[in-house]
């Protein structure tokens, strides 16, 4: 007998969900999106929720053993001092096809000048303006996790050219060219479109800085679909105002949301998604967890698996 | 020896590429963007050129066999009277990828929300809500060719679920049902997005008109990639004010340019694209002409052959 615990803003979601599955031996203790009716008389080995909600529970939960994260950025439970004696599992694989839409979405409306045609429109000119196409372009994956492949995928499917700069994986098929430590710049170099999926580790903080906007044509795109840590915001709203590169579309950033006299919201070319790229299927996530409940119960190894040493 | 015309407001693109391949016994008789430098002394048997160009020297060209089109839309060679003694082939591979590039881009812009987040951070305004996904959302191809096919593919990859209406093909593995004569309702009936991929024939004229579109759902999309006289334009507008159906985006259109007093502009959720979805990339053409070329010379069938009878 297992028993869970819910622990989101979505948990009501996760409720419907999982009593129409009906799941053997899983008894729910308690779900709720409020960390504080968790108290240590609930009986817990299985927890399913959101990072930032569980982080003030997880001393609360001596029996803990599996924790199945609904986001894919887990960095707040990576906090030294915290307890790392469960196993636990991110929503990788989710997020890949959601946030290639973003990716493609903004490059698209870019190349495609919908904003441009869109205000012609508006005054009532014919804009037959040759457009631009994603076809033979280079786009730049720093970081190729499972969204990183997916984004590559797309890339492929499009007739781009893939680069992946990584710490030493290059196993996805779809990249044409991998990259490694030392090489950054050669990576950069002639990008079309640079597409940060890093993780938000310390060792990944800040790589986005301003010599790797230097590097970058000034036609170039950023896309920043990792966390927000990893970029450095200064240098980016410098490379935008000097030109440097041709737009940035950011989603995360240090500060959520962004403080009114933020001067990211006049920054020339700059597209402010508002944390919107990848947005929670909790069906989806209800099936990553059934998989990984099945493999839990028989002992088998669960999918998308934290390593505590890495950050992610 | 063959000898060959190209007539193409493109014609220095394609001039220069066919000097690099140095095909063998192939001859330039002329290139130009010009029907009237087109005279019965030039020999030709090969043509290359734009259609709205060729129509005017066809009976020009006696000796003329093969004519390779740099359009898709062949419409204007079709008209009664003219000549039809010849193979001509058409520029269908091509445009599958761009197109594609065509409706996802305006398919993410709205379900992304794109234009909607950029109006409210040029009011500092932190954007929030839920984006849409093109995630298990059923789109529908009206008609699926080769641009049809290659919609279908890009649709497989984001999770869509595809329904396709041809007259009597079924043989596209990206289209999850197929429907036929007299299952129009049915096939319209649920779809979140309609992408006309019709082309202009006798048949086709105004098959999308206002049962259509009052069959389809209020949130519905309809996109038109294929001939502007597939489409009920009146209809379309009718729709649109009335809130029928949520969005609709052009590009070919009965007259063009739009003039300035027309009442698209005007009409709300219509995107305008101005006759741009697919630009032509000569050297994309040019390769096709290769290939074709080469099975010319061994009399081998030629691709894309376009048939007179029905009309592409």
């Given at each position: ?21 009906n ?12 960390p504080?009716?968790i108290?240590?008389?609930l009986?817990?080995d ?12 997880l ?48 490059l ?83 990008l ?14 800040g ?28 240098a ?42 990848a ?26 698996l ?7």
């Amino acid at each position: 007998l297992h028993n869970l615990i819910i622990l989101s803003k979505n948990f009501n979601d996760y409720i419907n969900w999982l009593v129409v599955k009906n799941l053997p031996d899983l008894v729910i203790s308690e779900a709720t999106a409020s960390p504080s009716e968790i108290n240590p008389s609930l009986p817990c080995d299985i927890l399913l929720g959101d990072p930032t909600l569980v982080v003030e529970v997880l001393h609360l939960l001596p029996g803990l053993r599996w924790y199945q994260s609904t986001w894919a950025g887990v960095e707040v439970l990576m906090r030294p001092g915290l307890r790392r004696d469960y196993l636990m599992t991110n929503a990788r694989g989710v997020f890949g096809p959601l946030m290639s839409e973003f990716v493609f979405g903004y490059l698209l409306f870019i190349e495609r000048r919908i904003l441009e045609r869109y205000q012609d429109q508006n005054n009532h000119l014919w804009n037959g303006k040759v457009t631009g196409s994603l076809r033979n372009k280079k786009l730049g994956l720093l970081g190729v996790g499972s969204i990183g492949a997916y984004i590559a995928s797309t890339a492929r499917h499009f007739g781009m050219q893939v680069k992946g700069y990584t710490k030493t994986s290059s196993s996805c098929v779809d990249v044409d060219e991998y990259f490694h430590e030392g090489e950054l710049r050669k990576f950069i170099t002639g990008l079309d479109y640079l597409v940060n999926c890093l993780p938000g580790t310390d060792e990944t903080k800040g790589l986005v800085d301003a010599s790797v906007l230097s590097w970058l044509p000034a036609h170039s795109v950023l896309i920043n679909v990792g966390r927000g840590s990893s970029l450095d915001e200064q240098a980016v709203s410098e490379a935008l105002f000097a030109r440097q590169i041709a737009y940035a579309i950011l989603d995360v950033f240090e500060t959520e949301p962004l403080p009114f006299d933020h001067s990211f919201w006049n920054t020339p070319n700059l597209y402010i998604t508002s944390h919107t790229a990848a947005p929670s299927f909790p069906s989806e996530l209800a099936e990553l967890f059934l998989e990984n409940y099945q493999s839990f119960c028989d002992q088998r190894p669960l999918k998308y698996l934290v390593d505590f040493n890495k950050g992610y």
